[in-house]
Nanobody, 127 residues
Framework: QVQLVESGGGWVQPGNSLRLSCAAS????????VGWFRQAPGKEREFVSA????????YYTDSVRGRFTISRDIPKNLVYLQMNNLKPEDTAVYYC????????????????????WGQGTRVTVSS
């Protein structure tokens, strides 16, 4: 049984940083794809960032490119989302998601491609 547990959310003022963590367990993740999605109040869940577990191309949505960085600690089965220069529009519940497949450019941003999801961690950016 795959488990994903996010942590690191909280309240920050605009311009500050947070690092989200996702602890993954329950299977071997080599060959998998890991992603971060978010859902703002009253909005649909949207893609934020993703990469192959083994590394390679990293994908970001345009609104976070240059401010957010996805990374992995493979021995510890951890995935991070470093979020810098946070803005009020980054306020959302952030979800970690994994699929056992190696997704490609045309599919990596689609929520439906990911089988496993965490419970989410809330990020609030306000002054």
């Amino acid at each position: 049984q795959v488990q994903l547990v996010e942590s690191g959310g909280g309240w920050v003022q605009p311009g500050n940083s947070l690092r989200l963590s996702c602890a993954a367990s329950g299977r071997t993740f080599s060959g998998s794809t890991v992603g971060w999605f978010r859902q703002a109040p009253g909005k649909e869940r949207e893609f934020v960032s993703a990469t192959r577990w083994s590394g390679g191309t990293v994908y970001y949505t345009d609104s976070v490119r240059g401010r957010f960085t996805i990374s992995r600690d493979i021995p510890k089965n951890l995935v991070y989302l470093q979020m810098n220069n946070l803005k009020p529009e980054d306020t959302a519940v952030y979800y970690c998601a994994v699929t056992g497949r190696g997704l490609i450019t045309s599919t990596i941003r689609r929520m439906g491609e990911y089988e496993y999801w965490g419970q989410g961690t809330r990020v609030t950016v306000s002054s």
